[in-house]
């Protein structure tokens, strides 16, 4: 028993991380640019087949390669799909909601084409650590440790990435106030770009951690969408302390749902929880109105 | 070094300056004063490139920079001082500072001119780490006005400083202008609560429905009884 919840604790803690991960990105575009991402799953999926394709070429033996590659795929990926359809909408009337069906418009393309590409049977990574620790009754492999400091270590060199670097300042700056961003003379569409091709390299290394535990399909995104939506307005809609309690919370309750009621509780459970949150603080753990 | 030829501003359909041209020679402080909601800190925002649709012919020391956008103009040495001061609120003192400097030139400045506003505003010294939101409504606005130094700026648009400020702080206020322009930075002010800024005012405008409807010295400006009376409260 003690180690059946030691073990739920543990799957809540590493799931947790993944999802923080992904969260701070989702809750980072809307922060700066109040805009949302509905292809945002999507973008996970992607991590995972592009970390599949890099398995595949001959010279990739090791993730420390996958992600050297990946992850600038991923930016660059990610910036050019702001420039090329996110920006030009920005100058319209109503562009918040252009901007949710052009990305969900997005996902349902990109979706498709990974079906067609891949097909749509499963894909899985190898486990990036073989081994495990293990005591008694109590089991912990080497690669969910992993992927645990993998994320942590992610989430980490962002907030580092926000308070240190020029560019990260700029972004926060876009997020608290763009009228003064303007002023100070901070190119503010580059800022736009900079911060979805950000979000989109968190989404997708999300991806590429999870995708060694489960597995890669071409709707295998739209769960994760909905996770991370969860979060985000649990945690508070823009604010990235809120979105990291959150995933914490949702990474343990789904853990525990699944272990004492069945995996099929989990998302019941999930927005029951937002549910009532949203009815007591409508803007969320740590929000803020507006 | 400023100079404006029949420059036409829109917001949307909403024509807001109308043929408005001026003049404001390096070194001086021009003082813009004028009914509220008739356009002065849309003149501002026109030279600091902060207004979308404008038209006409505006020159930065024989430039043309009709249509150039904040970011070049910052980078150029054209700042805007906001009159709600647009303040990063969860930053502290030095965030803000720190990102008055985002631009290319003044990037190298940045330490030099930190001292420069330390000096100006001791208080900001003391008060680095405090977040901006924490701040009084005087504190905020000196900080305002020191993040526009920080970049660097050889022409700065300050618009409405005495906003939200109690009376007793004004006078500090005409001070900082004074001691900033003797730092041989070009001024272009709108504030009609200070009588202090408009004694040190090298030339006034009077802007009215979008249209430049006095422009001269305060000598001038106070033999015209209608302005001595409405801007000048004399």
């Not at chain 2, 924490?134 to 005495?162: H, K, Q, V, W, Y």
Request: proline share 3%.
């Amino acid at each position: 028993m003690i180690f059946e919840i030691a073990d739920v604790i543990i799957s809540g803690l590493i799931n947790g991380s993944v999802y923080a991960l992904m969260a701070v990105g989702l809750t980072l575009i809307y922060g700066v640019s109040k805009a949302f991402n509905f292809a945002y799953g999507s973008f996970y999926s992607l991590g995972g087949y592009i970390a599949f394709l890099l398995f595949g070429l001959s010279f990739i033996n090791n993730y420390f390669l996958v992600f050297l590659l990946a992850v600038p795929i991923l930016l660059v990926f990610g910036y050019f799909v702001e420039k090329a359809l996110v920006a030009p909408l920005r100058k319209r009337d109503d562009w918040e909601i252009k901007v949710m069906m052009i990305t969900l418009g997005l996902a349902l393309f990109l979706d498709n084409s990974f079906q067609v590409i891949f097909g749509s049977r499963m894909k899985s990574l190898p486990p990036f650590l073989e081994g495990s620790f293990e005591a008694g009754d109590f089991y912990l492999s080497h690669q969910d440790v992993g992927i645990f400091f993998l994320s942590i270590g992610g989430i980490l060199m962002f907030r580092w990435f926000l308070n240190n670097t020029r560019t990260g300042m700029s972004v926060r700056a876009v997020a608290q106030n763009p009228a003064g961003a303007q002023i100070v003379g901070i190119p503010k569409e580059f800022v736009f770009a900079a911060t979805f091709a950000i979000s989109t390299v968190m989404v997708g290394m999300g991806g590429i951690l999870l995708a060694q535990k489960y597995f890669i399909t071409p709707m295998g995104g739209w769960d994760i969408l909905v996770k991370a939506w969860v979060i985000t307005a649990f945690g508070g809609m823009g604010s990235i302390r809120g979105g990291l309690y959150a995933a914490f919370i949702v990474g343990m309750l789904e853990s525990f749902v699944g272990w004492y009621f069945g995996m099929t509780w989990t998302l019941i459970v999930l927005f029951a929880v937002l549910l009532t949150t949203l009815a007591v603080r409508p803007q969320g753990l740590m929000g803020k109105w507006g | 070094m400023i100079k404006l030829v029949d420059v036409n501003a829109y917001y949307q359909d909403f024509h807001v300056l109308k043929n408005v041209s001026l003049e404001v020679k390096k070194g001086q402080v021009v003082v813009m004063l004028g009914p509220n909601g008739h356009g002065k800190s849309t003149v501002l925002k026109s030279i600091c490139g902060l207004v979308e649709k404008v038209t006409g012919l505006m020159e930065y020391e024989s430039e043309n920079i009709t249509g150039m956008g904040s970011e070049k103009l910052v980078n150029m040495g054209i700042t805007y001082i906001a009159e709600n001061r647009e303040l990063f609120p969860q930053m502290t003192v030095l965030e803000n500072l720190k990102l008055g400097a985002y631009s290319r030139s003044a990037r190298s400045h940045e330490k030099d001119n930190l001292e420069k506003v330390f000096d100006l505003f001791p208080r900001l010294r003391d008060r680095q780490s405090q977040s901006a939101a924490t701040m009084s409504g005087g504190e905020a606005r000196m900080l305002a006005i020191a993040r526009g130094l920080m970049s660097n700026a050889r022409f700065l648009a300050i618009d409405e400083p005495s906003l939200g400020l109690q009376p007793n702080l004004r006078d500090e206020v005409a001070k900082i202008i004074k001691q900033i322009n003797a730092q041989g930075i070009t001024l272009l002010v709108v504030e009609q609560n200070i009588p202090q800024i408009t004694t040190l005012a090298d030339k006034l405008y009077v802007l009215e429905e979008g249209r430049i409807s006095f422009e001269g010295s305060r000598e001038d400006a106070l033999g015209n009884d209608h302005l001595k009376e409405i801007f000048l409260g004399m």
